[in-house]
């Protein structure tokens, strides 16, 4: 199911212009952050571009404006100014907008529009007690895990101790992770966390879920994030520096992980990794910056292991060498991931696509990958019941 | 914006298979109903199709299964034994599994996939009391008129009382609906209604907002429904007999009406099946049979205007001369509609479809509209926030 057909000839469709709030504690309403994505997306367009050329838009977003706000894609657009364009939210748990980003693609790719818009919005610290424990807990299965207690620390703690156990990984290992992308998330102005940590605070922290301490896990994050993607003969009016979509691959599984074959592997991740990279004609050496969703230090471990960037079971080793620092084989996570960047839920699938829309065209600062023509996104949700991989690229083709 | 471009090429996609639970007040789970449907549109394709043949799913709901459910997409395809499947959740209030439809259909347009399914699904007898008024509460505008204390009736009345004003448009008008779709509704084996009232009882009934009794207003409903789309080659394949999806048009509008240009016309439709109509290269007078979101008795009247079967304002005298019966010029909701068949919010729109896809072949038993060669389906979310439009024919083209 689902297997990709590499042969079948697609229209050429490429990201034009990309925006991002800033993430964190934001007071501001849901409009107004998505309000922030939309306008610098659109001001980013090099030729410019006017809310009027939108022609259909994808919005994700889990519990949207504190849950108190329905129709959120319409909202949303017409709040924006853009009142009347095709809309709809696309809801896959942490994954939303992922295939929010998807979905825009391949709308554009059948001819039905020229330029849409991916964006999503998440507003964590709007959300009461209740309804913050009960959107966090749904994306995860119901009947067996979130209804017997079993929380995202929880099941992801389960994944981290197995692969200790199988392959040797150790807390040090997860702790590299949380201090790669702390020390690169200080350079990142929108980032929800701006200071660098060592290893032994990492290692010291309080305890969430052993084996992880709250340096391992990600934040309750507000946020919103846009790309606005185009076809071929539309990009190259826009702008000359278009960084192509060359591959989109996705996947589901089981929702509790006792149906899966494995623990410490995604095989949504393994599945939608291997269509992105079929559709694109590329492979994991070609990508030299990667944002991987890692709302846990192990989930970047995971990720990097499934996308092919190293073998089964090495992520620990591969990252403690430095080979997923920005100056590494391949760069992970250089926007500071959800770990310091922050993780606001449907909004993080298009930030992933924003940070490597930067990167490909060298706009980065601080945090610019040398020599970065190719690209990766990679967006889970629940505990990888769904999975939306993306490859972009400088080039077309070739 | 959301302008069509009808002379920009798509692919040929049709629709090759559908199914529909039982509509009512179901006490089997959320997966059961949605299984229910796609193992009935898996059987309804002629040459046989399986669940390792679907490429990608998009599933409609807005309230789920009880609201007890994340990652519902994922979770419902693996419940229906087809894990794996990239499968996203839209969300559009009770237009969400019209626009899974649109966006199935332009993912198997853009040559990423050959055969996609769309589905809806809601358990609206489930959701306790707070989670009812809330998920029916925030379609609408919740600044200005949900937190006011405006009600869905409460805004489809005006606009009903404006259209009185406005037009002449009567309460026995209104009624004329209501009795159109119970007495077609009766017919129809998996409508929640299946009982004929008469003129003088829809009029007579308890009143909920004036000028709307209890039979102007549609009901609470749990039910499911999913189609199968297949690209020319495939679809060929398949059946001899596919339904053309020859157009599909969608767009947006203030979610207040206190926004909007007029209270007795929903731009959102007006735009929808422009764009539809366009891109089918048909007009309104092609079309045989017309599935329309008739939520409440006022929102038919304003559908078969804004659609252009009849002018603005005639919409209450067409409907009483007959002329949106089975044997009128257009048949209008021989289904039974929202109305009568029943209307399980994001199960609708894929509903429409399955109505629309038996009808063209010949397949809809007592309900027969005869000569039924052109299709429409309409589904709105909030009180016409979200709109999309899809024309169908028994022909690829002309």
Redesign the interface.
């Known amino acids: 199911?689902?297997?990709s057909?590499p042969h079948?000839?697609?229209?050429d469709v490429a990201i034009v212009g990309a925006g991002l709030s800033t993430f964190g504690e934001r007071p501001e309403s849901a409009k107004h952050l998505f309000n922030e994505a939309v306008l610098e997306a659109l001001g980013s367009v090099d030729r410019g571009l006017a809310?009027?050329d939108?022609?259909?838009a994808y919005v994700g977003s889990l519990g949207f404006g504190g849950g108190?706000?329905?129709?959120?894609?319409?909202?949303m657009?017409?709040q924006a100014g853009?009142?009347?364009?095709?809309?709809?939210?696309?809801?896959?748990?942490c994954a939303s907008s992922g295939?929010a980003l998807?979905?825009a693609y391949?709308?554009v790719?059948?001819?039905?529009?020229?330029v849409a818009i991916a964006g999503g919005i998440e507003k964590m610290n709007d959300l009461t007690g209740i309804h913050k424990r009960f959107?966090l807990?749904?994306?995860?299965d119901?009947e067996w895990e979130r209804l017997a207690g079993l929380t995202f620390p929880g099941v992801y703690a389960m994944m981290a101790s197995r692969h200790f156990h199988e392959y040797g990984t150790t807390r040090e290992h997860l702790a590299h992770v949380a201090v790669k992308n702390h020390a690169i998330g200080a350079k990142n102005p929108k980032a929800q966390f701006r200071r660098e940590i060592t290893l032994e605070k990492a290692l010291a922290g309080p305890v969430v879920a052993q084996p992880f301490t709250v340096f391992d896990c990600c934040s309750t994050t507000d946020g919103a994030s846009a790309v606005i993607i185009a076809s071929a003969e539309k990009a190259r009016q826009l702008t000359d520096t278009p960084v192509w979509i060359r591959g989109?691959?996705?996947?589901?599984?089981?929702?509790a992980v006792h149906?899966r074959k494995s623990l410490t592997r995604l095989?949504?991740t393994v599945?939608?990794g291997r269509t992105a990279f079929g559709r694109a004609g590329l492979t994991p050496r070609d990508v030299k910056v990667a944002e991987v969703h890692d709302c846990f230090t192990i989930a970047e471990l995971l990720a990097v292991e499934d996308l092919g960037f190293t073998e089964k079971g090495q992520g620990g080793p591969f990252t403690a060498s430095g080979a997923t620092s920005r100056t590494g084989q391949v760069a992970v996570n250089p926007s500071g991931g959800l770990k310091a960047k922050g993780h606001p839920l449907g909004a993080t699938g298009t930030a992933q696509a924003v940070e490597v829309f930067l990167q490909l065209r060298g706009q980065a600062g601080a945090r610019q990958v040398q020599g970065a023509e190719t690209g990766l996104t990679h967006n889970v949700?629940?505990s990888g019941?769904?999975c939306?991989v993306h490859v972009y690229s400088r080039s077309v083709s070739g």
């Open positions: 199911m689902g297997v057909h079948r000839p697609m229209r809310l009027k939108l022609e259909e108190q706000l329905g129709n959120l894609a319409a909202y657009m017409e853009a009142a009347g364009v095709p809309a709809r939210r696309v809801e896959n748990a295939f998807r979905d391949l709308a790719a059948s001819g039905a529009c020229d959107w807990g749904v994306s995860g119901t989109s691959g996705a996947a589901t599984d089981y929702l149906d095989d949504a599945k939608a949700g629940g019941a769904t939306v």
